[in-house]
Each structure stands twice: as C-alpha cells, then as structure tokens.
C-alpha cells in the first residue's frame, strides 16, 4: 500500500497542469477528472490522462480521481485507467454511499483488466462527502479487497448536510470532528488509510497547520492539498520525528510485561502504539 502523507490534487486540463504534475514530489499525484474537468472537455480530458499515466512522474504513486457513478463518464474512465500502461494505479472514487457502488467499480475493473491483460490490479479509495457515505462508512471500509483507504471530502459533505457556510472550516478544526472521528474509525477497524481531505485554500498558512496538526493528532494517515507549497508541511507532520522514532524503537525492545521506561509505564498496548510509530516511517501501514 502506497505511503500517503501528502497527496496533490492535480487537474486533469489544461494540459499545461497536467503536465507540471509529472515533477511535483508529493507521495501521490491525484489527477482530477471531476471537479476540475467541465463536462464539454470530459473525453479530451480523459485520453490526455491515459497518455500522462505511460510517462514518469516523481511522485511514487499516481491516482486517477474519476467522475462519480451514475455520470455518462465513470465507466468509461474506469475502464481507461485499466487500460492504461501504468502498472501500479489507483482510482479515487467520489461520492460512494453504499457497497453496492464499490461493487460496481470491482466488477466493471475486473472486466477492463481482462481485457487489456493486466497483471496489477487496480486499487481503490473511496470519498466519503455525502451524509449517506458518512453513514456507511464502516460497510464501505470493508466492501472491495482493491479499497486502500477512505478519503474524507469537506465541501461536498457541507453541501449534503446542508451547511449554508460552506461546513464552518473557519472557524476550527475541530467543526469536523464528528465526521472526522467516523471516517477514522471506519478506517482502523478494516486495517485500510485514512485520508483527511484537502483545507479549501492555497497558503501553507496557520489555518492550514492548524488543520494538518488536528489530522494527524487524531490518528489519520495523511491529507490532501491542492498547492504544491503544502506538501513539505505535509511531509514534516505525517513523518514521525528522530526523536519519536528513537522513543519508539526504545519500546517495542523493551522487555515483555508491564515495565517503567523513562519513568512512564510500559505495556503491550504501548507497545502497539510505537510498532505504529515505526511502521509509518517506514511506509507501512500499521495494520498491515
């Protein structure tokens, strides 16, 4: 499972940012053909796509967020991204409210694979943005063998629930805590990521920290952002520090049973906790 911390939204036109996404060093590249693709340029958008995935990028993986089931588009671009001559790609599926919908996109992918003789299968992340996908979250977090982790998408989720000001993203981390603590759990209790979503403005501002700061307080695994200026921020807080891992380390060698270590008690669920702590660094998910 591909490591995380710091995943770039990059649209899928004009070209010209397309292209800028082949050089940008996030641990993911998220092409956008949703949001950021009006639906006049929807098929030009998706064939310039398919070619961008057989080039290089230096990010270490590659998403492709397609357009939500139910579209004219989704089936089409799920069987492209099969298609494609990218050995390891993952589709970002939005809006996905019951298993039925992940259903879809595992039966329809596994077609496209067949046909094009794919050899590595194509992987999944759910976004969680309606209150019927927030409800669901826990069924969804265990629907596809393919699901690498749940994204959890403020905007949409604001409009769903019906907050007029956009969700109150202004006025604290903890407006979202609800949905937060949902996704999370969902999360952890299937062993797959989880991904808080992007802070809906560019600066690598106190805002933004404060946002990044609360994800990874809470336990998630990394964060969307839609500038490149965000992403060493990102970086820095998702990775555990030559402290933390030195602690760490310090732990799991520590003997068997409750002990005192620095003179703080030490026992098996501390334990798990610092394996934790080891395993992110490494790019590991912990529960896997």
Not at 8 to 16: C, F, G, Q, R, Y
Not at 65 to 72: D, E, F, S
Not at 118 to 140: F, W
């Amino acid at each position: 499972m591909p490591r995380r911390r710091a995943c770039l939204v990059v649209p899928a036109a004009p070209a010209a940012k397309l292209a800028k996404g082949h050089g940008l060093e996030a641990d993911e590249i998220v092409i956008d053909l949703e949001d950021a693709v009006v639906p006049a340029a929807k098929d030009e958008a998706r064939e310039a796509v398919v070619a961008a995935l057989g080039e290089e990028f230096a990010a270490p993986s590659v998403a492709v967020r397609v357009n939500a089931i139910g579209t004219p588009w989704c089936h089409v671009e799920l069987a492209a991204v099969a298609a494609s001559g990218r050995e390891h790609v993952t589709v970002v599926l939005p809006k996905v409210e019951h298993p039925h919908d992940l259903a879809f996109a595992d039966r329809l992918l596994a077609g496209a694979e067949a046909a094009a003789g794919r050899a590595a299968p194509v992987r999944l992340l759910a976004l969680i943005e309606t209150a019927a996908g927030l409800q669901a979250a826990g069924e969804l977090a265990r629907a596809s063998a393919r699901l690498d982790g749940l994204i959890l998408g403020y905007a949409d989720l604001a409009a769903s629930l019906g907050r007029p000001d956009g969700g109150g993203r202004a006025a604290g981390p903890d407006d979202w805590r609800f949905a937060q603590d949902a996704v999370l759990v969902a999360a952890r209790a299937a062993g797959v990521q989880a991904i808080d979503g992007p802070h809906l403005a560019i600066r690598d501002d106190e805002p933004f920290r404060a946002e990044v700061a609360h994800a990874r307080a809470l336990g998630y695994d990394g964060k969307w952002a839609i500038h490149p200026n965000q992403v060493p921020t990102l970086h820095d807080v998702f990775t555990p520090s030559a402290d933390d891992l030195e602690r760490a380390q310090r732990i799991v060698d520590a003997a068997d049973g409750a002990i005192r270590l620095d003179g703080e008690m030490v026992d098996e669920a501390t334990k798990k906790l610092a394996a934790g702590v080891l395993a992110r660094a490494r790019g590991h998910h912990p529960e896997r």
